[in-house]
């Protein structure tokens, strides 16, 4: 992906270089969890319109499905990931700044596990060269 790419370049390291580590150097959140936010907030959208709109008619099918590979089934496990499966099953709206800190809550207890942590460290704001850089951050 560009950003990993752009990490990569700015901070001098090989292409090897963990990307959960360089995401966690500049404080970034990970790609997934914004496309997550922004299907949640487009669950959001679809759950607002018209009855009578042909997209939210074909949500509801997609959602009758009960296929795994349907984007309503993608959408169930997330709210499952954050222990919010009742918005799901009743239709509901979603707080999307509640499920992003729930979200968010969760990838960093899974990457405290791998003790990664994420805050953005004094010598990326500060140093402009890249081979002053390159050598902190190897």
Known sequence: MVQNRALHYYLGVHRFAPLP????????????????????????????????????????????????????????SLFVSVNAIYIYNHLLLCDVDQFENKLLCNIENDLMLNKINFQIFAYIKTLNKITIRKTISQ
Request: glycine share 4%; with cysteine; net charge positive.
């Open 21 to 76: 580590a360089l995401h966690g150097e500049f404080g970034y959140s990970l790609p997934h969890h914004r496309h997550c936010v922004n299907a949640v907030r487009y669950w959001n959208r679809l759950l607002s319109m018209d009855y009578n709109r042909i997209t939210k008619i074909v949500f509801f099918w997609d959602m009758n499905q009960h296929n795994s590979s349907r984007w309503t089934s993608q959408i169930k």
